[in-house]
């Protein structure tokens, strides 16, 4: 091979290889370019982790004193690197803006602060999203493992109340599910706050996309019997129609999440955990 042909492939090699990064930050965030590279540099060096890394890795990181959340989003496969280089927006980029739309809507999430990404000229690499890290007191799956802890009734209408203010907000919570509300205590009082963000919709629901976005949540009747009845008052429809089509979805999605288990312990058994 001539010299010049073989400077041609390694050029060619290169404009796949080479990652170059691309760093937001939000204007009231007090991190620096720096600091952020330095982080995400030793990322598996440090911080505490959240989870099991299954798909994504999230570990608390301290900088400069400060407790954030890193969110570290799986690397894509083949089409998706090409996919969310050209033409889509990273699930890093979208939890960022996302955030701040929430924020907008007066819809608590933990302050958004960056997002990093790498990518070469042609295909999409690894990904970052970079928020507070909030304290919070518990999520709705401990109305899920403890029905009978303290203020249950209470504690799930507060959240049916912000369920439908998202609805009226014309925010659609892709992954409403029991991990994804972090919850807060003041007073008499709960506050909600929303993480994974990166699968939303922003439009007018229909009646059924209301009642559907329930369906994650829980399979237990009584958790429905409590969120249809509120629900039900705060969009003046009859109790017993909302419980019917709540049970019909949620059944319907715990139906289809058990098929798909079961497929991928049967085809995808090889598959080994990230961390």
Known sequence: ???????????????????????????????????????????????EMIGNGYRNVIKIVT???ERY????FKVPNLVNKIVYRFFRKSKAERS??????????????????????FKSAFTFGSSYYISKQL?????????????????????????TQFTYHLHESGIHFLDHSPGNTLITKSGEDYKFYLVDLNRMDFKTLSYDERLANFARLSPKDYMLDIISDEYA?????????????????????SSSFKKKEAFKKKYFFWRKKKR
């Open 1 to 47: 091979m001539s010299k010049e042909l073989n400077t041609y492939f390694c050029s060619l090699i290169l404009l796949f290889v080479d990652m170059s990064v691309t760093v937001e930050i939000h204007n009231n965030s007090s991190l620096t370019k720096e600091q952020l590279m330095h982080t995400i540099n030793n990322f598996d060096q440090q911080g």
């Open 63 to 65: 900088i400069n004193g």
């Open 69 to 72: 959340n890193i969110k570290e």
């Open 96 to 117: 960022f803006l996302y955030a701040q739309r929430l924020l907008n809507s007066g819809v608590l999430t933990p302050t958004p602060e960056a997002f990093v990404e």
């Open 135 to 159: 304290d919070y007191d518990f999520t709705i799956r401990k109305l899920i493992d403890e029905p009978e802890c303290e203020d249950y009734d209470n504690i799930l209408r507060q959240f």
């Open 233 to 253: 008052k705060l969009i003046g429809k009859p109790h017993e129609e909302v419980k019917e089509r709540m049970y019909f979805f949620s059944q319907k999605f």
